[in-house]
């Protein structure tokens, strides 16, 4: 069943939160917008903060179908959005050979409905849809710069064109999410045709409100001495600082090892759970992570 939209921004925090979803305001206010103006949301950020989440909690909030495109290298409109089914096409010509069927009949059959492959783009716009879905446009960054300009079509005006078929339109346009690692930059057009928020890591506060969310069980010592670990982490000069998952991985890694609180041994054996670069674990690990381990105890102390 899909439920309306929230009503208010404080709406939108509170049902985001009642899925688990730790919204900063200014996250839970383009996300409201976004949804009033049917606009793309378009989100940005380092890895592991919750965009992709987010996608999915708005799904799970409305009560909508997710359907997602994982964007890669070499992605086109074949594996993005549509295809014919040539393998049908050719056995279709053979059979109409074989019996004798008419050309042009033939012809105009073989670009119809029933040879069109549809794919995540095309099916978050088929006005055959029951219900409009949350479309999750995934990682745009690491798709190949041309594959945006087919995009703009879609983010403008819901709808593909298909050269034999014809245009596909959406009759209540889905709601868009993308996300980009910024591992390059997008092209200023698909920015325009979205509404933008750059997610970055969540202060302590909202970190430890996640970790309650996340891991329910996780003791509170425990839970402190983390965010606290990790926030420190963050103001060192690493290949890739650790986000949010990260976090909330570490903290269940620690649980299935049975540490109550952290010391310099497990977080010695466990900083693969944290870090994903050998360097960047060599450059922790021994003394800087037992430097960092102090600086949280003393923290700790003082409060």
């Known amino acids: 069943m899909t439920t309306a939209p929230p009503a208010s921004i404080d709406e939108m925090a509170e049902r985001l939160l009642a899925h688990d979803y730790v919204a900063e305001r200014a996250l839970a206010t383009t996300a409201f917008l976004a949804l009033r103006l049917q606009r793309p949301l378009f989100l940005e950020g380092e890895p592991g903060t919750g965009k992709t989440e987010i996608a999915k909690t708005l799904a799970a909030m409305l009560g909508r179908p997710l359907i997602r495109l994982q964007c890669h290298e070499g992605l086109d409109l074949a594996g993005a959005a549509y295809e014919w089914n040539y393998a049908r096409q050719m056995l279709e010509i053979r059979l109409a050979e074989a019996g004798g069927g ?14 069109l492959i549809r794919r995540a783009l095309l099916q978050a716009i088929d006005p055959a849809q029951p219900v409009a879905p949350v479309l999750l446009i995934d990682e745009l960054d690491r798709a190949d710069e041309p594959f945006e300009a ?3 079509e879609v983010l403008s005006d819901f709808q593909i064109t298909i050269p034999e078929y014809g245009t596909v339109k959406a009759i209540t346009p889905p709601i868009v999410v993308l996300t980009s690692n910024r ?3 997008i092209h200023d057009a698909v920015k325009r045709r979205c509404l933008y928020h ?6 302590a506060a909202r970190e430890s409100a996640i970790l309650a969310r996340r891991v329910p ?3 509170q010592a425990l839970a402190e001495q983390i965010v606290a670990f990790v926030q420190r982490l963050r103001q060192i000069e690493l290949y890739k600082l650790p986000g949010i998952a990260e976090t909330i991985e570490w903290t269940r890694a620690l649980m299935e090892l049975d540490a109550f609180v952290l010391d310099p041994e497990t977080v010695n054996q466990t900083l693969g759970v944290l870090l994903k670069y050998q360097d960047d674990i060599a450059k922790v690990q021994g003394s800087e992570a037992a430097r960092l381990l102090e600086e949280v105890k003393q923290a700790a102390t003082r409060t």
Do not use: K
Not at 102 to 114: H, I, K, T, V
Not at 198 to 203: A, E
């Open 198 to 203: 750059w997610v970055g890591f969540p202060d």
């Open 217 to 219: 069980g996780a003791p």
């Open 150 to 152: 087919f995009l703009l």
């Open 102 to 115: 008419a050309r042009e009949e033939l012809a105009q059959q073989l670009f119809s409905e029933r040879f």
């Open 183 to 185: 591992t390059r930059e």
